[in-house]
């Protein structure tokens, strides 16, 4: 099976379908690994992925849309 990482930036609630779409695959007999922010790491370790650190933060892009 293949090996896939998959990397996201935004809030929270922007993970929330590459979480599912991690799970689909993972079942599927895929490795999947998340490329994202150190925000992100904690909510996709705690669903058993494994993360890689994407340098940057886009807290400052997105500052002026998080209410």
Excluded: C, K, N, W
């Amino acid at each position: 099976m293949g090996r896939l990482i998959i990397s996201t930036m935004g809030s929270i609630g922007d993970l929330y379908p590459y979480i599912a779409l991690g799970q689909g695959l993972r079942q599927r007999g895929h490795t999947v690994i998340f490329a994202v922010e150190d925000d992100f790491a904690p909510r996709l370790r705690a669903e058993g992925f494994e993360t890689a650190h994407l340098s940057g933060d886009s807290r400052p892009l997105l500052g002026p849309y998080l209410r």
